[in-house]
């Protein structure tokens, strides 16, 4: 079986920090962002893109860790 | 199962000064008794369960049972109780769009 190699989406940069952001649907764009989830899809439709994939950017000062029990 | 992590640029953090976070999103398509959303979704291997924000719960029309409450307990060990119930998400399921990348079905 031919090996695929996955592709790299493109990087998001610092300004969506802490904002949801909208993909179009094959994930090569951000197409909108927004304060809330909500926001975010509104203004992806509006962009044109009626099936966006969603997600929040990380906030510009919070880290995820792991920790030792 | 071979899928790329999201680089976000970042400022530097206090951890170790880096300007690149790479994470392990997966995409996810949600689907409610009314509506549905395409998402990422972390994929922590640290973790004991998923979990999804009210605000999507609600987004989808899934119902929320307020009698059911579950302990959530993070890295500083703090408790949080919360209604944790979708009793009508009709089904959570990861698609792959890309070859190459992760499909879970539940």
């Given at each position: 079986m031919e090996a695929?190699?996955?592709v790299q989406p493109p990087s998001v940069p610092s300004e969506y920090c802490g904002r949801w952001i909208a993909w179009n649907h094959d994930r090569t764009r951000i197409v909108a962002s927004g304060a809330t989830l909500?926001?975010?899809r509104a203004a992806a439709s509006q962009a044109g893109e009626s099936r966006p994939f969603l997600t929040k950017a990380p906030e510009a000062h919070v880290r995820f860790v792991g920790g030792l029990r | 199962m071979r899928f790329p992590y999201q680089h976000y640029e970042i400022p530097a953090s206090p951890v170790d000064g880096s300007t690149d976070l790479y994470r392990p999103e997966i995409p996810l398509h949600l689907i409610g008794e009314s509506d549905e959303l395409f998402l990422f979704g972390l994929l922590d291997t640290g973790a004991d369960g998923v979990v999804i924000g009210?605000?999507?719960a609600e987004t989808i029309g899934?119902?929320?049972d307020e009698n059911v409450r579950w302990t959530l307990r993070g890295l500083n060990?703090?408790?949080l109780k919360r209604s944790l119930v979708v009793s009508t998400l009709r089904s959570w399921m990861a698609k792959s769009l890309q070859p190459g990348e992760c499909r879970l079905q539940s």
């Open positions: 695929i190699e996955p909500t926001e975010a | 009210r605000g999507v899934a119902t929320l060990s703090r408790s």
